[in-house]
């Protein structure tokens, strides 16, 4: 558009000179013809100067879209990157623990042992433990407390075995509890009934119950009312199938 504006006014100043020549030589002076000249030249000058200048706009303005463009790009395919790589770590973590679970199973076995208690309403506690043995597992069991605490969640057999001493109509009555619940299935008791004669009944007997336990589930022996003397008692839990 500036090159055609350009080429219009040197065609006009040069019909003008050329219309004052036929009239009138004399009309046109060579100064006005350098001055004419030179303001042509110089607006050229100018409008090549404008001309380049809105092209090097045009340029950056170009360069700068396109590198938006491209970082935009780049950015949201970094983002998807991530997230995929993310993807994948967390689906080989959890297979790598699968197959560690398989290859390399948990095990908790635990065994506490109490020579004699007396003590109705309470928790039993023990004077030691004659198995404490697990494998990539994290249970506890507190013999000062007398409660075994789940790590891994899954099936545990528990089992218990006592021998008691009972007088006249003396009595044990004996229950496991989960969580501090009593679970009334697991009821033990021994106890004399209609004897007046003298002497001591001894007697040997035990429960075994299996059950689920999640993560931080708690189970525990305890007495109820009782007036008998427990003796040789064995408590044992085991980790029988975790959960997959």
């Not at 055609?4 to 030589?25: E, K, N």
């Not at 000058?45 to 491209?70: D, Y």
């Not at 033990?188 to 003298?198: A, F, I, M, P």
Request: aromatic share 10%.
């Amino acid at each position: 558009q500036a090159t055609g504006r350009m080429r219009f006014i040197d065609i006009f100043v040069f019909c003008l000179a050329v219309f004052c020549l036929h009239v009138s030589p004399e009309c046109v002076s060579e100064e006005l013809v350098d001055q004419i000249r030179q303001e042509i030249m110089a607006e050229r000058v100018l409008m090549e100067t404008r001309i380049q200048s809105i092209k090097a706009e045009i340029l950056e303005e170009l360069k700068a879209n396109m590198t938006l463009e491209m970082s935009t790009a780049n950015n949201e395919q970094e983002k998807k990157i991530i997230s995929m790589k993310e993807e994948v770590d967390s689906i080989t973590s959890a297979l790598s623990a699968d197959v560690r679970a398989l290859k390399e199973p948990p095990m908790t076995y635990f065994c506490a042992y109490k020579e004699r208690w007396t003590i109705s309403d309470r928790v039993i506690t023990y004077d030691k433990l004659i198995l404490d043995y697990s494998n990539y597992d994290e249970a506890e069991f507190n013999i000062q407390t007398g409660r075994f605490t789940a790590y891994t969640a899954g099936v545990y057999t528990i089992s218990w075995s006592s021998y008691t001493y009972l007088e006249n109509s003396q009595y044990v009555e004996m229950y496991l509890y989960k969580n501090g619940n009593q679970i009334d299935e697991t009821e033990h008791y021994s106890g004399v009934s209609g004897y007046s004669g003298s002497g001591i009944l001894g007697e040997q007997g035990g429960v075994t119950i299996i059950i689920h336990l999640n993560k931080g589930d708690s189970v525990e022996l305890h007495t109820n009312s009782m007036d008998g003397l427990v003796n040789r008692l064995n408590f044992c839990v085991s980790l029988s199938q975790f959960d997959v």
